[in-house]
């Protein structure tokens, strides 16, 4: 399938259309009535299924899928639609929850506007030279030591940051995985010492502001229990859906 066949087949589904990555090297489709499956290699650090539509197509769709490009890729899709597919298949189980959080379709309006004239030189927020990833890998190993995004990794575009009035690199964010419908936010970290005062939100507001000059969408993924940062994108104008990730008991 093609990048606009799969858009028409999901429906504009945000998630699938970010699973299908362009339908890049290496990315398989298929569809059965209204369900669509997407295997993507190496997408945020895995091989994902993206998964959308009735679930009993969906649960065939997913039986073919893993039996051509097997049982590395994690099934990824609504949380419910991901519970009714393993019900049908008992070879899968789950791996994990957690929450997608996207912008409409359209205008993402003012929230997400980039703060005008600010650069990532004391007290600013911008994007960062290539020269700065270090401060980026120290700052994530002390503020975020399980980040999906971390500098060097494939799909890691670029990253954003945030200085105090010292100077010292306080906030980070990243460019990470998107794709022309979809851009896609990861990596994001504020030093524990400087939590609560604002710095992770300029951060997060410039990145969503400049992506969403750029896609469709602006999207990521958050924690289920990570309250204060789904606060955080809800008031940046980010709405929030429950997805799950399964794969089979042998993967």
């Given at each position: 399938?093609k ?5 028409r ?9 970010w ?10 489709a298929?569809?059965?009535?209204e369900?669509?499956?997407?295997a ?24 073919w899928?893993?039996?051509?490009v097997?049982?590395?890729y ?5 949380r419910?639609?991901v ?15 957690f ?5 409409p379709a ?11 004239g600010?650069g990532?030189?004391?007290?600013g ?6 020269d ?10 002390r503020?975020?030591?399980s980040?999906?995004?971390v ?9 954003a940051?945030v ?12 460019d ?6 979809v851009g ?10 400087v939590?609560?005062?604002g710095y992770?939100e300029r ?9 969403a ?7 990521l993924?958050?924690?289920t ?8 994108y ?9 997805l ?8």
């Amino acid at each position: 399938m093609k990048a606009a066949e799969v858009a028409r087949a999901c429906a504009g589904d945000p998630l699938v259309l970010w699973g299908a990555q362009a339908m890049g090297p290496g990315v398989r489709a298929w569809a059965l009535g209204e369900a669509v499956a997407v295997a993507c290699p190496d997408l945020n650090r895995r091989d994902r299924l993206t998964v959308c539509g009735p679930a009993g197509a969906v649960s065939t769709l997913v039986r073919w899928a893993l039996e051509e490009v097997g049982p590395s890729y994690r099934m990824v899709g609504e949380r419910a639609l991901v519970e009714e597919v393993i019900a049908r298949d008992a070879r899968l189980r789950v791996l994990g929850t957690f929450e997608w959080m996207d912008t409409p379709a359209g205008a993402p309006g003012a929230a997400l506007t980039p703060p005008p004239g600010q650069g990532a030189g004391p007290g600013g927020v911008g994007w960062l030279p290539s020269d700065q990833e270090g401060q980026v890998s120290a700052l994530l190993a002390r503020a975020a030591p399980s980040a999906w995004a971390v500098p060097g990794v494939a799909g890691v575009r670029r990253w954003a940051g945030v200085r105090d009035e010292g100077g010292h690199l306080v906030a980070v964010a990243a460019d990470a995985w998107s794709c022309p419908p979809v851009g896609f936010v990861a990596g994001v970290a504020t030093a524990p010492a400087v939590r609560g005062r604002g710095y992770g939100e300029r951060v997060c507001r410039f990145v969503l502001g400049e992506l969403a000059a750029a896609h469709e969408r602006v999207a990521l993924m958050v924690d289920t229990g990570n309250h204060a940062a789904i606060a955080l994108y809800e008031r940046l104008g980010l709405r929030g859906r429950p997805l799950a990730a399964a794969a089979p008991d042998d993967a």
